[in-house]
């Protein structure tokens, strides 16, 4: 495929926002993370960027050697206690528990600084004024919480149904598909249903290029809000939406 489309994206927030992503979205207690489960859970995430052939940050990967050498650790036989003075051995999750606890702390945090931000900027001070015809006007449309992990769980289960174990036709040229075209066939997609479309409804081909262009054009959209994603509950089909409706 064209070495082009082998990109970053900003919207990725780092392997703790992933682990903390995957601990909600399976209701997972993070003082008993079974490391079985979330180490395979966090590996279908990362087999799907690689699919993607998107750049993945190095410290995903450190993670997920991280994950496996805690999975693995786990698997030992326990080490019996000698005598009343010995200890048992240390969890092997101690540490992992911890930066979670610590990084949901400042997530959160961070998250309620956003929304006094937020607030603030609707406070003006100005002289009285009549809102009348503003009262008719259609109330703007609120984005849903679907996250970019949503998202990339949602391509991985495309993959699986569509059985792209390798999403990339040899066969196609190499001709650049640019970014702000796909982004205006998506947008005119989206607008033209009138229920919103289902996500997998946006990738018809088999090719890698494609994929990845469209998925980037999709995320460029819910930036600059032309566009939303919607899911009822999670494991649902993932919708996308016109911001217009």
């Keep these: 495929m064209n070495q ?4 970053k994206l900003d919207a990725f927030e780092g392997p703790l ?25 966090y ?7 690689h699919q993607l052939e998107l750049n993945i940050a190095s410290e995903y990967l450190v993670m ?7 999975k693995s650790q786990m698997l030992l036989p326990k080490q019996e206690m000698v005598d009343d003075t010995e200890e048992y051995m240390e969890d092997p999750r101690e540490e992992l528990i911890g930066r979670l606890i610590e990084y949901r702390k400042y997530k959160e945090a961070a998250s309620k600084l956003k929304e ?24 703007p449309v609120t984005p849903g919480e679907v996250s970019v992990y949503d998202m990339l769980n949602a391509l991985g289960k495309m993959f699986e149904r569509k059985k792209w174990e390798e999403p990339l036709d040899t066969k196609v040229s190499r001709a650049e598909i640019p970014i702000e075209q796909r982004m205006t066939d998506v947008l ?4 033209k249903a009138e229920h919103g479309i289902a996500f997998d409804q946006l990738f018809p081909y088999p090719s890698r290029t494609h994929i990845v262009v469209t998925f980037i054009a999709l995320l460029e959209l819910m930036k600059v809000r032309e566009v939303y994603c919607k899911q009822e509950q999670h494991f649902d089909t993932l919708y996308v939406f016109s911001m217009e409706e």
Aim: without cysteine.
């Design 64 to 70: 997920a050697s991280t994950l496996v050498a805690i």
């Design 188 to 191: 005119q997609m989206v607008k």
């Design 116 to 139: 006094k931000e937020e607030e603030a900027n609707q406070i003006f001070t100005r002289p009285p004024t009549d809102f009348k015809e503003l009262s008719a006007e259609k109330k």
């Design 4 to 7: 082009a489309y082998q990109v």
């Design 17 to 41: 926002d992933l682990l903390l992503h995957l601990i909600n979205k399976y209701e997972i207690d993070i003082y008993d993370i079974p490391m079985a489960e979330l180490t395979k859970q």
């Design 43 to 49: 590996m279908d995430y990362i087999h799907t960027m």
